[in-house]
């Protein structure tokens, strides 16, 4: 069972509609990241928040609106999607120290309408 | 060229056989290392960190050369559950902020 949760597990929307992923962590992760993967691609990095600030933003669209509410939680909020945007979205949480691994969540399948 | 380079296979190996994977990287300050494990539609999965030294973890052990900028990862008496894509993960900067994943390696272990 992996130790980071996200929800929903998949998600259809339209593209104009509004939705956004969820992904909560316990382990005292003070990393936490957003990474898009298309199929048969290695993930690609989105967001990075470090103590819940904002740390890397690998020019990602702002379609794409990341919110670290609090230590355990990362949102990432979508409006106005386009079919390109359809991948799967991992969040992860490591230590936020040298040679620390990265903890996957089991993902979001977003299919954009 | 990319930072971190690993053959795509697929790699076809008969049950109980040894198979080896390198990964390639470009950045000579590169500091953190991991062979991470993904099965079809799931997340990757760490399989093991890589230590200078060399380490080993049941039937599998990983390789690091700084000299030549490569790691590699090595499987014995291959199972049919090993069948999966084995990411190379590497870290430059010495931190956890942006790990760069190679393209990955496909393993199929058959019958």
């Known amino acids: 069972d992996t130790e980071v949760t996200q929800t929903p597990k998949h998600l259809v929307m339209g593209m104009t509609n509004k939705k956004s992923l969820k992904c909560e962590q316990h382990?005292?992760?003070?990393?936490m990241y957003w990474y898009k993967q298309k199929a048969k691609k290695p993930p690609e990095l989105m967001f990075v928040?470090?103590?819940?600030?904002?740390?890397i933003n690998e020019s990602v669209p702002s379609r794409f609106s990341p919110e670290c509410p609090n230590s355990s939680l990362l949102n990432l909020h979508l409006h106005a999607l386009q079919p390109e945007d359809s991948a799967l979205y991992l969040c992860?949480?490591?230590?936020?120290?040298?040679?620390?691994?990265?903890?996957f969540g089991n993902g979001t399948r977003l299919t954009v309408t | 060229r990319k930072e971190v380079e690993q053959d795509p296979g697929p790699f076809n190996v008969p049950e109980g056989a040894t198979v080896a994977f390198n990964c390639t990287y470009s950045?000579?300050?590169?500091?953190?290392f991991f062979w991470y494990r993904q099965d079809c539609r799931k997340e990757p999965k760490l399989l093991m960190s890589?230590?200078?030294s060399g380490n080993e973890d049941g039937r599998f052990t990983a390789q690091l050369n700084r000299a030549s900028q490569y790691i590699s990862l090595l499987i014995r008496d291959s199972k049919l559950s090993d069948s999966a894509t084995y990411l190379c993960?590497?870290?430059?900067?010495?931190?956890?902020?942006?790990?760069?994943f190679g393209t990955g390696t496909r393993l199929q272990v058959t019958l």
């Open positions: 928040y470090s103590y819940e600030k904002l740390s």
């Open positions: 950045n000579s300050a590169s500091q953190s």
């Open positions: 382990m005292g992760h003070r990393a």
């Open positions: 993960v590497v870290t430059p900067s010495g931190t956890a902020s942006k790990l760069t």
């Open positions: 890589v230590y200078s």
């Open positions: 992860a949480s490591s230590q936020e120290r040298r040679n620390r691994p990265l903890h």
